[in-house]
């Protein structure tokens, strides 16, 4: 990619041509290092000087270009910054320059969600962005770029090397932004590894497109493609990409239209998957038949760590499915379930599953809709016993009375801190005097177990789950010096 300045006969010359590199690490933008010219390339930013006027002239061909995103102009380029570069992007497409772009396109994050850039806006940017070392991170969503905006950003791509993350949701890509992104995609040659799609049209033509782009793509690992229109056949090809595709480790496919047939296809390209650990598939309606295709997955994939299906019309025949494949799953951390017609006895089959496997991470398990009873809490405490680790996310313990409920309910933060006020010392010193070590760290399990035997403050398993909260590192450790940050 190149930008090009014409001649100006006011502007001195050096006598040989020239290459201008802007933007090169450890130069403010205003310096300019001038090196004697190779061969042509792509992927630098350059102008071509004249020879003197009294060497006949002889203007060089213009050099073919992967991109569109050219810029002609005069001498005050060759000085110009970050800021300059946009403006006179934004004078050369005929928008209006976005003061909040000015203002941070040194920073690492940008966010020009929802500023109607459209079209030519984006080229804009794109331009801008093209020698820009600062942003990693950039946000355009809602800004109806359209499939033009779009080639901009992905021509842009081709030569920035320090971007890495891109939302483009919900401006209306369609089939041809779907082909671009896709193109973009089989070149395996951006930094980028996390991209939203979410909202643009795509269907099932769409779908084939990406998934074939994505089967040998393996730079993109965080993908979302929610709230489009894919439906059995999309299914299909993305089960047929996800058996063969070793790049993604995140995909979010909620909010679409599978249906059975979709949703099966799907779930057999996960089971010999290798690398996606967290896979959003809620919304979808799939129903209880892909809930004994789920199952057959937790059974034989030894990746997937999360795992949301909820709002799948799942009732507890799907339940039950599902609980078979948790007996024996041995990775997955986090289920969610909620929003599906689950009640009591679907909820005890996968909390007994869970309890029936010795070698279970699972860590939560969310059914927040579902009305649980005394009974099935003495049951979910001895799954405690053996899984201390799990939380269990309910709506309510039917025919609870007040005062069991005020005991179960009651912050036992509060209580630790009355205790602590009344003995002369601080909620760290307490926990702290807990830890055989004396340290400020302590394992998830460790805790659990001393916190429930300990009688300086007597708790019930609820209110030691709450505490845990507070204190995990998601590591499998507590630490308490996370107290020194919380208000009292």
């Known amino acids: 990619m190149h930008i090009q300045f014409p001649s100006k006969p006011t502007l001195p010359r050096a006598c040989w041509e020239g290459r201008i590199t802007a933007g090169s690490p450890g130069m403010p933008p205003h310096e300019i290092e001038i090196q004697p010219v190779r061969q042509s390339s792509d992927k630098m930013l350059y102008c071509e000087a004249e020879p003197p006027p009294t060497v006949e002239k002889v203007k060089p061909a213009r050099e073919n270009s992967e991109t569109d995103l050219e810029i002609e102009d005069d001498e005050k380029f060759f000085t110009t910054g970050q800021k300059e570069l946009y403006l006179e992007a934004c004078k050369l497409v005929g928008v209006v320059p976005v003061s909040y772009f000015i203002r941070n396109m040194k920073e690492s994050y940008v966010n020009l969600n929802h500023h109607g850039l459209g079209p030519r806006g984006t080229k804009a940017i794109a331009i801008a962005l093209v020698s820009n070392m600062a942003v990693t991170k950039l946000e355009l ?6 499939e033009e905006g779009v080639l901009s950003l992905v021509e842009m791509l081709q030569e920035n090397y320090y971007l890495q993350e891109m939302n483009i949701s919900n401006n209306h890509l369609g089939l041809e932004g779907a082909r671009i992104i896709s193109d973009f995609f089989e070149r395996n040659s951006s930094s980028i590894w996390s ?16 998934c074939q782009a994505l089967s040998t793509n393996y730079r993109i690992k965080k993908l979302d493609l929610s709230h489009n229109q894919f439906s059995d056949v999309g299914g299909k090809h993305l089960g047929q990409m996800l058996a063969i595709n070793v790049g993604l480790t995140s995909l979010d496919l909620s909010w679409n239209n599978f249906h059975t047939r979709g949703a099966v296809a799907l779930c057999n390209g996960l089971r010999g998957n290798v690398t996606l650990t967290k896979l959003d598939l809620s919304m979808n309606g799939f129903g209880n038949e892909m809930a004994l295709a789920l199952g057959e997955v937790l059974r034989l994939n030894s990746c997937l760590v999360y795992l949301d299906i909820g709002g799948n019309d799942i009732g507890n ?20 379930l909620f929003l599906n017609p689950i009640n009591m006895d679907g909820a005890i089959l996968l909390i007994l599953a869970i309890k029936r496997n010795p070698k279970s991470r699972m860590e939560e398990l969310d059914i927040s809709n579902v009305l649980v009873s ?31 409920t005020i005991f179960l309910l009651t912050n036992p933060m509060k209580l630790i801190q009355s205790y602590a006020d009344q003995h002369k010392i601080t909620i760290v010193d307490f926990f702290k005097s807990l830890n055989p070590t004396g340290t400020m760290k302590m394992s998830v399990d460790e805790f659990q177990k001393v916190m429930i035997e300990q009688n300086k403050v007597p708790l019930n398993q609820y209110q030691v789950r709450e505490v845990i909260k507070k204190l995990d590192e998601k590591t499998g450790m507590v630490n308490f010096s996370f107290l020194n940050t919380m208000k009292p």
């Open 195 to 210: 991209l939203e799609l979410s909202g643009n049209d795509f269907k099932e033509d769409s779908a084939a497109l990406l």
């Open 374 to 404: 005394e009974q099935f809490m003495k049951t979910l405490d001895g799954v405690y016993a053996v899984h201390p680790q799990l939380d269990v996310v309910f709506k309510a313990v039917q025919g609870l009375s007040a005062k069991k």
């Open 317 to 336: 025949e799907g339940a039950s499915k599902i609980s078979k494949g948790l007996e024996s799953n041995e990775s997955l951390r986090v289920l969610k």
């Open 141 to 146: 969503e809602d800004n109806c770029i359209m």
